[in-house]
């Protein structure tokens, strides 16, 4: 159970176009998504935190408009880079998290998506 | 603010060999505590968590943790390690900002295994 998925697992793309990443959770309803950035050997920044139906919550220094963030549904949320440069090029990850009651502290994964932008 | 500092950047054991990696936090409050492994080009794959209770965690694959309050710590452990546990680890603690509950994660922890 708890399995995230992201799409595509890799991308390459032009500069000044736009790349949209997909996050599923598969099993579980995920009302919380987080977004990710890692650079190679280095740990995970936390871009922004989005919520079922509500706008994301981005992090000091992260540009909203250049990384739009959409959470629909309760199993999906979608990054999109707009007008990608090769400064973007990184991993990005998606986590996930369900809420209840009695909240869980655990965030599910997804296996991250590379994306280079040439 | 909460911080959580792995102060291995890069560790080496041969298989077989006996496995401790650190980890200090800086948290006001009872900690949320986990550590996660991550393959290369790979997400995270958790491998224990602390909550409250036994302050000895028994996780997956043979790991285990300690949570030491007078220290701040909670090392990571394995007895005997596998070829296959060549990776990167990353301890991390929940913290709130607001209403909100987020993970910060320490630098990393890079692990080499000799055979």
């Known amino acids: 159970g708890a399995v995230v998925s992201q799409h595509p697992s890799w991308v390459i793309c032009k500069s000044g176009t736009s790349v949209k990443i997909e996050c599923r959770s598969l099993?579980?309803?995920?009302?919380?998504m987080f977004w990710y950035r890692q650079f190679p050997k280095q740990s995970l920044m936390l871009m922004a935190t989005s919520n079922e139906g509500s706008k994301a919550t981005y992090e000091q220094g992260v540009e909203k408009d250049k990384f739009l963030i959409n959470h629909a549904s309760l199993t999906l949320s979608t990054l999109t880079v707009t007008s990608a440069h090769p400064e973007d090029s990184s991993f990005y990850i998606c986590s996930a998290r369900t809420s209840g009651i009695y909240p869980t502290y655990e965030q599910y994964f997804g296996p991250g998506t590379r994306l280079t932008v040439t | 603010a909460q911080s959580v500092t792995q102060p291995d950047i890069h560790i080496t054991v041969s298989e077989g060999a006996s496995l401790e990696l650190r980890c200090n936090y800086s948290?006001?409050?009872?900690?949320?505590l986990f550590w996660y492994v991550q393959s290369p080009g790979q997400g995270l794959q958790l491998l224990l968590k602390?909550?409250?209770?036994?302050?000895l965690v028994q996780g997956i694959k043979g790991f285990e943790a300690e949570f030491k309050r007078s220290q701040s710590s909670f090392n990571l452990r394995k007895p005997s390690v596998h070829w296959s546990d060549a990776a990167e680890y990353f301890c991390?603690?929940?913290?709130?900002?607001?209403?909100?509950?987020?993970?910060?994660f320490g630098s990393g922890t890079q692990l080499t295994v000799l055979p």
């Open positions: 099993d579980f309803q995920a009302t919380t």
């Open positions: 991390a603690v929940v913290h709130f900002s607001g209403s909100a509950r987020q993970l910060t």
């Open positions: 602390y909550f409250s209770g036994d302050t």
């Open positions: 948290y006001g409050a009872t900690p949320y």
